[in-house]
Nanobody, 121 residues
């Protein structure tokens, strides 16, 4: 049974940092791309970062470039999203997903339950 579990969210002041984790279990040996999608009320879900199954390729959206960094542990079972210089606009529930043939959110085969990030003074 595949399971993705996000953690690390919380309340932080503007300019602060958080590190989100997406722990994956039950995935087959086939490499899965893992993206992060924040979803805020009234806004569309928008990709902020993704990492390839091997961890060799990453993408960061322009809105977070230089502030967020996606990485993967050596065992490739946990993906991290280091979030620095957080802004109120970053407030959202952050979801990770997993897909073997990923080109967009609709291609994801699995989703986590989400972790809330709130940036407020």
């Amino acid at each position: 049974q595949v399971q993705l579990v996000e953690s690390g969210g919380g309340l932080v002041q503007p300019g602060g940092s958080l590190r989100l984790s997406c722990a994956a279990s039950g995935l087959t040996s086939t490499p899965y791309t893992i993206p992060w999608y924040p979803h805020a009320p009234g806004k569309e879900r928008e990709l902020v970062a993704k990492i390839s199954g091997t961890g060799g390729a990453t993408f960061h959206a322009d809105s977070v470039k230089g502030r967020f960094t996606i990485s993967r542990d050596n065992a490739k079972t946990t993906v991290y999203l280091q979030m620095n210089n957080l802004k109120p606009d970053d407030t959202a529930v952050y979801y990770c997903g997993a897909g073997r043939f990923y080109s967009g959110a609709s291609d994801l085969e699995y989703w986590g339950q989400g972790t809330q990030v709130t940036v407020s003074s």
